[in-house]
């Protein structure tokens, strides 16, 4: 016959399992028969405490909030597009006082002119050797500049989630490869309006990645960089991210594992496509990239085919913390993900 004691053990062994941090403590209880076993089961049964996320989405929307009352209007030589890299700035003071805040400036020729341009690149230096580029364009529509067109999940979000990650890197620096965030200018087409999408085209866009992807070849920095990761229209409340068939083969792999890990498969390759996007850039160099892209963005009418894509109704009240949240998670997990290859 199984001794009580021994027989106490075993049944609180069996229920404590895996279900508590706590389960070294209450075993070493379980060992005194004055403590009562229901006392140990209601121990055991209670849910861990939850741990907060290490980026809060919430804060990732409140800082787009902030940005679009900033900037709504980041159209290249506007007044708010000097508002919005007065923003950037200023959550990078840190990084400016070491050095690791550099302003990439340069001309760019376009259909109506040159226009002077500016890419921000903020480093947070690791202890391996290599970098891995997280980028998002900051800049609104030229051609919708008459519009009340602000962006706020075509460039806002994601210039947020960038600020916010950066915020992380500063308290946790990288312990493997370097990560730099790189806000690009440029990504959108510019004509005068009206606005027509097909005043896109492989010379009139992508102005910022184009210039940082030969600037880079030339210094010799492109060799350095282990994975490009654009972050572009993911902070849709109903977020669906693209599985983009032109990006690198092992980041697509990698981003699917990344949403199998922190439980968000379900917002990750429900549908697949190729954009146009400002990883091309980088991709036709031989840099391994990766466009994470939601592109079914808003109901598809008569009138508004692309959904709320380039139109008015891109607004802060169409994008939400959560897909923010999942959004910051993917991003985390990938860097981890890549430094363990």
């Known amino acids: 016959m199984i001794p009580a004691s021994a027989h106490r053990l075993s049944v609180i062994h069996r229920a404590v399992k895996d279900l508590s941090p706590f389960r070294t403590v209450i075993l070493r209880v379980a060992k005194n028969p004055r403590i009562s076993p229901l006392l140990l089961l ?88 290599g970098i891995i580029v997280l980028a998002s364009h900051y800049e609104t529509n030229y051609p919708l500049r008459d519009t009340n067109f602000v962006g706020a999940n075509d460039g806002a979000c994601t210039s947020a989630l960038l600020i916010e990650i950066g915020a992380y890197l500063r308290a946790h620096p990288p312990q493997g490869y370097s990560v730099w965030l790189v806000f690009d200018d440029g990504e959108e087409a510019v004509a005068n309006p009206p606005y027509d999408p097909n005043q896109w085209s492989d010379s009139n866009s992508l102005y910022g990645t184009r210039h940082l992807a030969a600037k880079w070849y030339s210094d010799g920095t492109l060799q350095r960089i282990k994975a490009f990761l654009l972050a572009d229209m993911i902070g849709d409340k109903n977020l669906n ?96 993900l890549i430094n363990q290859r």
């Open 241 to 336: 991210i693209l599985e983009e068939e032109q990006s690198t083969p092992w980041l697509r792999a990698l981003l699917k594992q990344a949403a199998a890990n922190t439980h968000h498969s379900a917002y990750v390759f429900q549908t697949e496509g190729s954009e146009e996007d400002d990883h091309l850039p980088f991709l036709k160099r031989g840099v391994p990239s990766l466009d994470i892209i939601d592109v079914d963005y808003g109901p598809h009418t008569s009138a508004t085919p692309d959904g709320y894509h380039h139109t008015a109704q891109d607004t802060l009240d169409k994008i939400s913390p959560q897909s923010l949240q999942i959004s910051a998670d993917l991003f985390l997990e990938l860097i981890h």
């Open 42 to 129: 209601a121990l055991a049964c209670h849910p861990a405490p939850a741990q907060p996320p290490a980026i809060s989405g919430q804060s990732i929307y409140s800082l787009t909030a902030q940005l679009l009352a900033a900037a709504p209007k980041r159209y290249n030589g506007s007044p708010g597009h000097l508002a919005a890299e007065n923003f950037l700035k200023a959550h990078f003071k840190p990084e400016a006082a070491k050095g690791d805040l550099i302003t990439d400036e340069f001309t760019a020729t376009t259909p109506i002119g040159p226009q002077t341009m500016r890419n921000y690149i903020v480093r947070y230096p690791g202890k391996r050797d």
